[in-house]
């Protein structure tokens, strides 16, 4: 798979930015190779931890070798939260956040609506921790807002057919067009740098 998304990236560098996804408990060497090699050989600059599948308690010092991995590759680390508890829970990334401070903490789905507020709190503590917006309803969105500033929050869209969806509800807010010019675009740009 991460051979297929390096391609694209490659033919699509200008809009597409790869993350590698993988077990981390794979051997610990060939986890920390297959990140090195997304990173070199493809430029990927995110890598991406679904704790609903991987399993993986993000306060267990198993955590140390993803984490560590991301940082010795200069890449995000994008966490799906919400869905997939116990390890999806937003707070659970606050401990990494703050034991590698210029770690850059994506909670993906700023905590899938139902812990949207666990997600505020988790960023409002740790200055790495940025916040990505799919699937939470628009007031939940505004909500965010009030507590945490837009350049440290963004657009996802969890699938493709959702993107519709997703831009029309930044678009559709009553918020300054630099709110929308930062979600839509700028703190991702910040994050995903070269």
Do not use: W
């Not at 794979?26 to 399993?55: D, I, M």
């Not at 993986?56 to 991301?70: I, K, M, Q, R, V």
């Not at 966490?79 to 903490?105: E, N, V, W």
């Not at 909500?143 to 440290?152: A, D, F, G, I």
């Amino acid at each position: 798979e991460h051979d297929v998304i390096g391609e694209a990236v490659r033919k699509h560098g200008d809009r597409l930015v790869g993350a590698a996804c993988l077990s981390p408990f794979l051997p610990s060497e060939t986890f920390r190779e297959e990140v090195r090699r997304c990173r070199e050989l493809y430029g990927f600059r995110a890598l991406k931890l679904q704790p609903q599948y991987h399993g993986l308690n993000p306060l267990s010092s198993t955590s140390d070798l993803f984490f560590e991995s991301a940082m010795a590759n200069n890449l995000a680390v994008v966490c799906h939260t919400g869905s997939g508890l116990p390890f999806s829970a937003p707070s659970l990334f606050m401990p990494a956040a703050r034991k590698y401070p210029d770690l850059q903490i994506v909670l993906g789905h700023c905590g899938g609506g139902i812990f949207v507020h666990e997600a505020i709190v988790a960023t409002l503590f740790c200055p790495n921790i940025f916040l990505e917006l799919s699937s939470l309803m628009p007031h939940q969105v505004l909500e965010v807002l009030t507590h945490v500033p837009s350049h440290r929050s963004m657009i996802g869209s969890d699938l493709p057919e959702n993107v519709p969806t997703e831009l029309g509800k930044v678009l559709g807010l009553n918020i300054a067009d630099q709110d929308k010019r930062n979600i839509l675009y700028g703190t991702a740009a910040g994050i995903f740098h070269e």
